[in-house]
């Protein structure tokens, strides 16, 4: 990165690219770092610069102008839960591997299919791959003990594919007697975006979902997934 900076190496090299694109991020070297460095900001800074110089393949950028748009991540979503509850995620799995240049979107077809489930719920049964279909958590308030409000951040892939999760994530805390509150028009958390180097995609979808919580008057914003951790 400090190569690119002073100008000894080519943002669009190989060199440069290819070490980008292998990092994890997980940022493990930061809490040992003597001098203190915030390796996960340069590390986005850096994508941002690798995605400008070599802009990346149709299907990611495709795939980040989905996930910035409500109504197209619901439609990407409605589908993806379709092919869960049918089983045909694990089929097409199959079938792809078959297939030359079609690993990307095999990956993506066997997390979905892994994310499939089927549990006994009382006296019924869950179907398989099967979401509650409300926007929001029904919960039967408990006595309020002055923790505060509290409005959870659902995120897309999250709230897409892991509902329950979030659904569980507000009956736990108004269990314990907090205030939860619906945070409407909510947004992405972006840390998509922010990982592939769509910055400014990333900071717009962080301000839409600051106006949303500032309009839900909450104390506390609580999150279900580690990695809106990125974002927050």
């Given at each position: 990165m400090?190569a690119?900076v002073e100008?000894?190496l080519?943002p669009?090299?190989d060199a440069?690219?290819v070490?980008?694109?292998?990092?994890?991020?997980?940022?493990?070297?930061e809490?040992?770092?003597?001098s203190g460095?915030e390796y996960?900001?340069?590390?986005?800074?850096?994508?941002?610069?690798?995605?400008?110089a070599r802009?990346?393949?149709?299907?990611?950028r495709g795939?980040?102008r989905?996930?910035a748009?409500r109504m197209?991540?619901?439609i990407?979503f409605?589908?993806g839960?379709?092919l869960?509850?049918?089983?045909?995620a694990?089929?097409m799995?199959?079938?792809?591997g078959?297939?030359?240049f079609?690993?990307?979107?095999?990956?993506?077809?066997?997390?979905?299919?892994?994310?499939?489930?089927s549990v006994?719920?009382?006296?019924?049964?869950?179907?398989?791959?099967?979401?509650?279909?409300?926007t929001?958590t029904k919960?039967?308030?408990a006595p309020?003990?002055g923790?505060?409000?509290v409005?959870?951040?659902?995120g897309?892939v999250?709230?897409?594919?892991?509902?329950?999760?979030?659904d569980?994530?507000?009956?736990?805390l108004d269990?314990?007697?907090y205030?939860v509150?619906?945070?409407?028009?909510?947004d992405?958390c972006?840390?998509?975006h922010a990982h592939?180097?769509a910055?400014?995609?990333?900071?717009?979808?962080?301000?839409r979902?600051?106006k949303a919580f500032?309009?839900?008057?909450v104390?506390?914003?609580?999150?279900?997934?580690?990695?809106?951790?990125?974002?927050?």
């Amino acid at each position: 990165m400090q190569a690119v900076v002073e100008g000894r190496l080519d943002p669009e090299s190989d060199a440069f690219q290819v070490h980008i694109d292998r990092c994890l991020g997980c940022r493990a070297c930061e809490p040992v770092c003597p001098s203190g460095v915030e390796y996960g900001t340069l590390l986005e800074l850096a994508r941002e610069t690798s995605s400008n110089a070599r802009p990346p393949d149709p299907l990611t950028r495709g795939l980040l102008r989905v996930m910035a748009s409500r109504m197209l991540r619901e439609i990407l979503f409605l589908g993806g839960r379709a092919l869960r509850v049918m089983g045909l995620a694990s089929a097409m799995v199959s079938v792809l591997g078959r297939i030359r240049f079609a690993g990307k979107l095999r990956f993506a077809l066997a997390m979905l299919s892994a994310t499939r489930r089927s549990v006994r719920l009382g006296q019924g049964i869950m179907a398989a791959g099967m979401e509650p279909q409300d926007t929001e958590t029904k919960i039967t308030h408990a006595p309020r003990v002055g923790v505060g409000s509290v409005g959870i951040l659902r995120g897309c892939v999250q709230d897409g594919l892991y509902r329950r999760v979030n659904d569980a994530t507000a009956r736990t805390l108004d269990v314990n007697g907090y205030d939860v509150r619906a945070v409407t028009r909510q947004d992405c958390c972006g840390a998509l975006h922010a990982h592939g180097g769509a910055l400014t995609a990333a900071r717009n979808l962080a301000t839409r979902n600051i106006k949303a919580f500032e309009r839900a008057g909450v104390d506390w914003v609580v999150v279900s997934a580690a990695g809106f951790g990125a974002t927050m």
